[in-house]
């Protein structure tokens, strides 16, 4: 009798979940408890899958032999929190499709800067001739690679939602970029609790394996020192320049080990602030642990042009630039962002609100911001946060907010739509919000 994999949501990671799971001869069925994207849908007629939507049925996913669930259900999901008490096994699609590649795995973690970095090692490795894939949290679901590609190594980018759901999963390069206050309302609004979900990546990690960390956070700093961490470790640092490490100041940029020495100029790299030379170390070092040539390295890290919705220049219309960081769906990105800004700035900010604290934000805000437009449903907390620092307006839909953004910003400033926030509230994603804003600037 065929094994049944049960796959609790439809969307990117589900399908290629359920994908991979019948190319593999299972029992597959998919549950979505909201209506299926007709994307979707048809990915899943056109495999012959069986489904549902607008409901979880029991005694269709209770006979599971095995669970895999999408990222954004929670834990405590009534059907996750039954078939656990039932003894079935809950897996994220990452550890399923982990075992069926028999490929090298550099994965990717941290609060902010993971997409940018994950794009960043992919394209040093692309530009070196390897046959490699990019897959997880960003481009084409890991799973779905892994049933119709053939490549030899893989850069993942991974949520600690993807993170929650492994096994045995274990990344050959383990990246951890930095931790901050994020998602906290699926971690019991507990700090340590997101911090352990990160630390996950390396869990499996064994001597042979590497382990590369921002030694400059504090929160991965004082796990490091409190753990055990069986694997290779190579810190990065803008603030320490000692052997065998990573390190960048104003003018060099440089990665040693026993065996090499890369330098550059710091001026010479393509991804500008503070925030892009962890990044940009992070991605040097995983190359450098391949082997990749310098010659490479150096020319990848001088040409690469960024990611959509990050830090993004749309436009500069009567002199006024508008930046689209769609992608900072949390407190810390949008710190940097407007660490960033070198004109004065009208922020458009706001969304669903994931527990923040903007206090951290405050100092900037006074010194940055001329004004700040709260795009949401419910823009209560981000007014009382600010309120007495800058004028605060208030826009539903994202044409109110560019055409009011546009007539509070004078020629030389900067409109910078850096959200701080899900986006689930106006916008399917961070994508879709990030399209409408570049979309309302070509109108204006």
């Known amino acids: 009798m065929k094994k049944r994999i049960v796959i609790l949501g439809a969307a990117k990671s589900g399908i290629g979940a359920a994908i991979l799971a019948q190319k593999h001869g ?7 408890y909201s209506s299926i994207y007709e994307e979707f849908k048809l990915q899943l007629v056109e495999n012959d899958i069986d489904f549902e939507e607008n409901q979880h049925s029991k005694e269709k996913v209770l006979n599971a032999d095995e669970i895999i669930k999408s990222p954004g259900i929670p834990d405590k999901a009534s059907i996750v929190v039954e078939a656990i008490e039932n003894s079935i096994p809950v897996i994220s699609e990452i550890e399923f499709a982990y075992r069926y590649t028999n490929a090298v795995i550099v994965a990717i973690t941290g609060s902010n800067g993971k997409t940018t970095t994950t794009n960043l090692v992919f394209n040093i490795l692309k530009n070196a001739g390897l046959n490699v894939g990019m897959a997880g949290n960003i481009g084409e679901s ?13 850069v993942l980018e991974l949520s600690s939602f993807q993170l929650d759901g492994i096994k045995e999963f274990r990344p050959n390069i383990a990246i951890l970029l930095n931790v ?24 499996n990690q064994e001597y042979s394996d590497y ?7 504090e929160a991965v700093a004082r796990f490091i020192q409190e753990h055990a ?28 080990n026993s065996k090499k020495l890369f330098k550059m100029k710091t001026s010479e790299l393509a991804l500008k602030g503070r925030h892009n030379r962890y990044n940009s170390l992070a991605a040097g070092v995983s190359a450098n642990v391949l082997q990749i040539r310098n010659e490479v390295i150096r020319e990848s890290l001088m040409a690469f042009e960024g990611v959509e919705h990050r830090l993004e220049p749309v436009l500069k219309i009567r002199d006024v ?6 992608k900072a769906t949390n407190v810390n990105s949008s ?18 609100d994931k527990g923040n ?11 940055k911001v001329k004004a700040l437009v709260c795009l949401g449903v419910d823009n209560e907390k981000l007014a009382e946060a600010f309120g007495d620092i800058v004028p605060c307006y208030e826009a539903r839909t994202m044409k109110d907010a560019v055409n009011g953004a546009y007539l509070l910003a004078e020629k030389g400033e900067t409109v910078l739509l850096s959200p701080a926030c899900a986006s689930f509230d106006l916008f399917e994603n961070y994508e879709d919000r990030g399209q409408q804003f570049k979309n309302e600037i070509r109108k204006l």
């Open 335 to 352: 710190w940097y962002a407007l660490e960033s800004m070198i004109t004065q700035t009208v922020w458009v900010a706001g969304g669903i």
């Open 321 to 326: 630039l508008f930046i689209n960081d769609s």
């Open 180 to 203: 901050t206050p994020d998602h906290l309302d699926r971690y019991n609004y507990n700090f340590d609790e997101y911090l352990n979900s990160k630390f996950r990546i390396v869990m």
């Open 229 to 256: 961490i069986k694997s290779q470790m190579l810190p990065f640092s803008l603030i320490e320049k000692s052997e065998n490490k990573a390190w960048a100041d104003d003018e060099e940029f440089v990665i040693s």
């Open 142 to 154: 890991f799973a779905l690679s892994v049933a119709k590609d053939n490549f030899e190594l893989y």
């Open 357 to 367: 604290d903007y206090t951290i934000l405050r100092e900037l805000v006074r010194k």
């Open 211 to 217: 382990f590369i960390y921002n030694i400059d956070d």
């Open 26 to 32: 299972f029992d597959v069925f998919v549950s979505d």
